[in-house]
């Protein structure tokens, strides 16, 4: 028994040959295989490259139709005079602002004054017949005409130089 | 497992392990750094490694000496002077006359002997690496030492 354990601790003195592992491709390859084999990163990879992908195609300038060259064009080297459409005609269609539009708002607005102002004119070139004169009859049609609204001054040019109330100026006179 | 264990895995156990594997196929070393990567590779480690990397190690030692036999009818093998221990000789022993001896041993006995001399296994270890019984594993060791003490 004594010499199969001695042969035992011979024989374990051996050390046993490694033979071709390479230790440190072993351990890389070990540190490539500890990493796991997680794929969501590629998939969130692919993902974003399909998303960029598909943001080039959209944003890719698409080419302009080149305009027909003619005489119409050469002469267009001018600018376009600029027609202007008078207040009470409709713009057209394609360039109609919807009624909430700030502009549609303003040029009502305008036309309301506008239309204001022409039937205060009209108003002012008759002449206003009071009931008592009409009563009267005859001779009341030469009257002067009644002073335009605009022109009527709420305010007089100077103030009354008086330095009385109205009573002791009477009595002063 | 981190990289300082594994390391410390490979050189303590790297030779014996390719010994262990050569007992059964001629490229041990791949059939280690396949048992190395698997150990790497697994979600949970095992309770005891060293086992684990004998059982997978002589598993697929196994399935390497199938394949190597189908492959040896259709190639010629050209053999080369394979060393089994690094040293030449040590204490009186020259590992030439080990190695003949070894091969001599039925493989199951060789397995055993590896397993308890290089290995640092215990038999209840090697009897599960091995598939038998404690006392079998037991047996093989004391056969095999016993023939080995004859030829040495």
Known sequence: MNDNESLANRLSRLIPNR?????????????????????VWKGLVGSLAATQLLTLVF?????????????????????APIEWLPSDRPAPAASQPSEDSPFELARMQRELLANEKARLRGASNKTVVPHAMGALGGGISQRPPVREIFDEKMVPDAPPLRAFPVVVSNLLN | MDSHEFTRLLDDHGGPLVLYARQWCDSPEDVVQEALLKLVAVQQPPRQVVAWLYRVVRNGAIDAARRSRRRQKRETVTLRPVHWFVEDQAEGLTAEAATEALQ???????????ARLWGGLGFEEIAEVAGCSQSTAFRRYTAGIESLRKLL
């Open chain 1, 59 to 79: 944003l890719w300038p698409r080419p302009v139709a080149p305009a027909a060259v003619g005489p119409s064009s050469l002469a267009g080297d001018r600018p």
């Open chain 1, 19 to 39: 033979g071709a592992i390479d230790r440190d491709s072993l351990i890389f390859a070990a540190g490539r295989a500890s990493a796991g084999k997680i794929r």
């Open chain 2, 104 to 114: 001599t041993l039925p493989v199951d006995q060789r397995e055993v002997i590896v």
